[in-house]
C-alpha cells in the first residue's frame, strides 16, 4: 500500500527485455534507505517488487500484465520515473490510500497553464471513467491529486508548482501516456451496487442525492 507522495525521481538506466517481460533498473538514492531483496517499491505508480540492489540503483522483473496495463513498454534509458515506498502503519496517510495496481494507461489530452497552476486533461476509457468523481482522489503516473472536474471520460487536475517541480509531470507533454489508478473506495461502492445480493435502496442516485458523489 502506498500514499501517492512521492519520495524521488528516479532515473531508468537499463533495460533488459526477455520474452514478453522486461527487467528494469532505476538510478536512485532516496528510496534505497534499509531496502531489502523482495521489498516494494511504485514505479511510476506500480507495485514493483524488488530483485536486485546497489548503493545507487535497485531492479524489477516486469511481468507482460505490467507491460500491458501500464507505461512501461514506453519506457527509454534516461526516462525519469516517479519512485515511492510502501506505507508504514506509523506513517501519516498525507495522499491517499493507493494499491499500486495500475488499472490502465491514459492520455494526456491537453496542458494549460492557469496563474501558477498547470492544468491537466487527462482522458481514461469509458470502463473507468464513472470510478473518477470530481473533488475525489486519483493516482497519475503514482502521484496522488485531486479531480478538478470531469465532463465524460475526460477529467482534469490543477498541480500545484511543488508537485509539479517534484514528480515527473514537470518532464510530461500533450499526447504522453500516463498510468492511472482510480480510488479503491470507488471500485468497492461499484462492487457492492452492482451485486446481486444488493437488496438495499442504496444506488447511485441516492449517493449523490446525500452528497457522497
Known amino acids: 500500500m502506498f500514499t501517492g507522495l512521492i519520495e524521488e525521481i528516479g532515473i531508468i538506466s537499463k533495460i533488459e527485455k526477455k520474452d514478453s517481460s522486461v527487467y528494469?533498473?532505476?538510478?536512485?538514492?532516496?528510496?534505497?534507505?534499509s531496502i531489502?531483496?523482495?521489498d516494494s517499491i511504485a514505479i511510476n505508480g506500480a507495485c514493483q517488487t524488488v530483485i536486485e540492489f546497489s548503493d545507487n540503483w535497485f531492479s524489477v522483473f516486469a511481468s507482460y500484465e505490467t507491460l500491458l496495463v501500464t507505461?512501461?513498454?514506453?519506457?527509454?534509458?534516461?526516462?525519469?520515473?516517479?519512485?515511492?515506498?510502501?506505507?508504514?502503519l506509523c506513517d501519516r496517510l498525507d495522499g491517499h490510500m493507493v494499491t499500486g495496481?495500475?488499472?490502465?494507461?491514459?492520455?494526456?489530452?491537453?496542458?494549460?497553464?492557469?496563474?501558477?497552476s498547470t492544468k491537466f486533461s487527462i482522458s481514461v476509457?469509458?470502463?473507468?471513467?464513472?470510478?473518477?468523481?470530481?473533488?475525489?482522489?486519483?493516482?497519475?503516473?503514482g502521484i496522488s491529486?485531486?479531480?478538478?472536474?470531469?465532463?465524460n471520460n475526460v477529467f482534469d487536475i490543477a498541480v500545484i508548482p511543488h508537485t509539479l517541480k517534484s514528480t515527473t509531470l514537470q518532464f510530461r507533454k500533450k499526447g504522453d501516456i500516463v498510468n492511472v489508478e482510480t480510488d479503491i473506495i470507488s471500485k468497492y461502492v461499484e462492487k457492492y451496487l452492482s451485486s446481486n445480493d444488493n437488496k438495499t435502496k442504496i444506488n447511485m442516485?441516492?449517493?449523490?442525492?446525500?452528497?457522497?458523489?
Open 24 to 33: 528494469l533498473t532505476v538510478e536512485c538514492k532516496k528510496v534505497l534507505d
Open 36 to 38: 531489502k531483496i523482495g
Open 71 to 88: 507505461n512501461f513498454s514506453d519506457l527509454k534509458v534516461g526516462d525519469h520515473v516517479n519512485l515511492e515506498r510502501t506505507l508504514r
Open 101 to 116: 495496481h495500475v488499472d490502465e494507461k491514459a492520455k494526456i489530452e491537453k496542458i494549460e497553464k492557469i496563474g501558477e
Open 125 to 141: 476509457s469509458n470502463s473507468i471513467s464513472h470510478q473518477i468523481v470530481k473533488k475525489g482522489s486519483v493516482t497519475i503516473d
Open 145 to 151: 491529486l485531486t479531480v478538478a472536474n470531469i465532463n
Open 205 to 213: 442516485d441516492f449517493l449523490e442525492r446525500n452528497g457522497f458523489i
